[in-house]
């Protein structure tokens, strides 16, 4: 185990729902990020926060919106979400200024 | 542009023997590069960084090779098990931006099959 963990591992919703993903470490990292990895496609950063500070937004959609209440947890709140973002979410921690990502388990997430 | 590009695809082979994964870059300017290996339905996780002086870097049966001149890399897999069956990503990482995720240019992958 890497020491994040994401929940849940798996979630189907439909086009009209309203989720949140879970990330959680507690590995003393003080950045956290968002990536999606679809079939076939490198991962994607999608957001990056630095000490609870959101510094990187990559042109993701306004129905993709993140909260990171502490250096601890980063949520990814969903909302009217595509079928095309299907795809497996990961989150991952570090230290500031380390190169080097932990990354949770990711969330399988099937939009029907 | 910054990109990086792996070979092949996809990989089957049988268990005990060895394989060579190819890493490509085209990222400037250059800080590091890592390998991950990410089980399915798992996260990816580090298995070695290479930086611009190290030519060749060994973990167990993994050994990484760097030539910063012609901006490839390889992971080698020497007495593969089945438990070696993943993706493997390279990931290289630009100098000077502070260390920001948000640099870090993914490559699509290795996707390795070991077979008894």
């Known amino acids: 185990e890497t020491g994040v963990t994401q929940t849940p591992r798996h979630l189907v919703m439909g086009m009209t729902n309203k989720k949140s993903l879970k990330c959680e470490q507690h590995l003393g990292h003080n950045a956290m990020y968002w990536y999606k990895q679809s079939a076939k496609k490198p991962l994607e950063l999608m957001f990056v926060?630095?000490?609870?500070?959101?510094?990187e937004n990559n042109s993701v959609p306004s129905r993709f919106s993140p909260e990171c209440p502490n250096s601890s947890h980063l949520f990814l709140h969903l909302h009217t979400l595509q079928p095309e973002d299907s795809a497996l979410y990961l989150c991952?921690?570090?230290?500031?200024?380390?190169?080097?990502?932990?990354f949770g388990q990711g969330t399988r997430l099937t939009v029907v | 542009k910054n990109q990086v590009e792996q070979s092949p695809q996809s990989l089957i082979i049988l268990e005990g023997k060895n394989c060579t994964l190819q890493c490509n870059y085209t990222v400037s300017p250059f800080s590091n590069l890592r390998w991950y290996k990410q089980d399915t339905g798992r996260g990816p996780v580090s298995l070695t960084i290479?930086?611009?002086?190290?030519n060749t870097k060994s973990n167990g049966r993994y050994t990484a090779t760097l030539d910063a001149d012609t901006k490839q890399s390889s992971l080698h897999i020497t007495a593969s098990q089945l438990s070696d069956s993943a993706s493997y990503i390279c990931v290289v990482s630009r100098m000077n931006y502070g260390g920001s995720q948000g640099n870090l240019i993914f490559g699509k992958g290795t996707k390795l099959s070991v077979k008894p």
């Open positions: 290479m930086t611009f002086s190290e």
């Open positions: 991952a921690s570090s230290r500031q200024g380390d190169t080097e990502a932990f």
């Open positions: 926060y630095s000490l609870e500070e959101r510094v």
